[in-house]
T-cell receptor, first 117, second 115 residues
Framework: AQSVTQLGSHVSVSEGALVLLRCNYS??????LFWYVQYPNQGLQLLLK??????LVKGINGFEAEFKKSETSFHLTKPSAHMSDAAEYFC???????????????FGAGTRLAVHP | GAGVSQSPSNKVTEKGKDVELRCDPI?????LYWYRQSLGQGLEFLIY????????KSGLPSDRFSAERTGGSVSTLTIQRTQQEDSAVYLC?????????????FGPGTRLTVT
């Protein structure tokens, strides 16, 4: 079975500081990995995804994540936080090419990011 | 262009009543997913539609939950005899389908409160 663990339900950073949100996954087959962001009272928006190929993935709003198979991790980073980054972030995994043609997402519990001036 | 829409945005119902939640996916998206977001359980998969059929219903929590999709488009999630533990935000997502990591586009959700 697949699972996702996000370390830290709440993360607080100062504006301009590095953002690091941690995600570890468990999967019996090579997974596809995703980071989604949710702003208050809105649905989820895709930040970035890893499928195959380059392990450093760049997404929207200056975020990037690195797939590390040996560590089963897919941590999300941004060099300099902005006030508008305050939101909840979800890491998710699917069975990828073993999915049978669809991508049921298994989500982590989420990390709420606060950005202080 | 139009995204995924859901209605109602908020629904308050009394315990024991039936509710229907509606999802309008993006035109041309053959795959449709329902998820539930609650404080205790986080984000959980409920059901997947490919066209009008549901090959994966494994996340539906009980037989009080059912869903259908018609015309390969609109989907309705029905909860019968609602219970307080059904209170959650119900999210719908749609995507293209096939052996690719097609992005799922999420609607804003329906917040269900059972009193």
């Amino acid at each position: 079975a697949q699972s996702v663990t996000q370390l830290g339900s709440h993360v607080s950073v100062s504006e301009g500081a590095l953002v690091l949100l941690r995600c570890n996954y468990s999967s019996s087959v090579p997974p596809y990995l995703f980071w989604y962001v949710q702003y208050p009272n809105q649905g989820l928006q895709l930040l970035l995804k890893y499928t195959t190929g380059a392990t450093l993935v760049k997404g929207i709003n200056g975020f990037e994540a690195e797939f590390k198979k040996s560590e089963t991790s897919f941590h999300l980073t941004k060099p300099s936080a902005h006030m508008s980054d305050a939101a909840e972030y979800f890491c998710a995994v699917t069975l990828g090419s073993f999915s049978g043609g669809y991508n049921k997402l298994i989500f982590g519990a989420g990390t709420r990011l606060a950005v202080h001036p | 262009g139009a995204g995924v829409s859901q209605s109602p945005s908020n629904k308050v119902t009394e315990k024991g009543k039936d509710v229907e939640l509606r999802c309008d996916p993006i035109s041309g998206h053959t795959a449709l997913y329902w998820y539930r977001q609650s404080l205790g359980q986080g984000l959980e998969f409920l059901i997947y539609f490919q066209g009008n059929s549901a090959p994966d219903k494994s996340g539906l929590p009980s037989d009080r939950f059912s869903a259908e999709r018609t015309g390969g488009s609109v989907s309705t999630l029905t909860i019968q005899r609602t219970q307080q533990e059904d209170s959650a935000v119900y999210l719908c997502a749609s995507s293209f389908s096939g052996q690719g990591a097609y992005e799922q586009y999420f609607g804003p959700g329906t917040r269900l409160t059972v009193t």
